[in-house]
């Protein structure tokens, strides 16, 4: 039983930690394409 508990708990840590770094990459992806977006016109002239 307590093996058990200790499985689901690593399990629990592990999906909220993809979950944050899930975040922080949308966040950098959007943040990258904005800037991307940005700078494209100034460089292009």
Do not use: E, H, T, Y
């Amino acid at each position: 039983m307590s093996f058990n508990k200790v499985s689901r708990d690593l399990l629990d840590m592990l999906l909220f930690a993809i979950v944050n770094i899930w975040d922080v990459v949308q966040s950098v992806i959007f943040i990258g394409g904005f800037i991307v977006c940005i700078m494209l016109p100034v460089c292009g002239r």
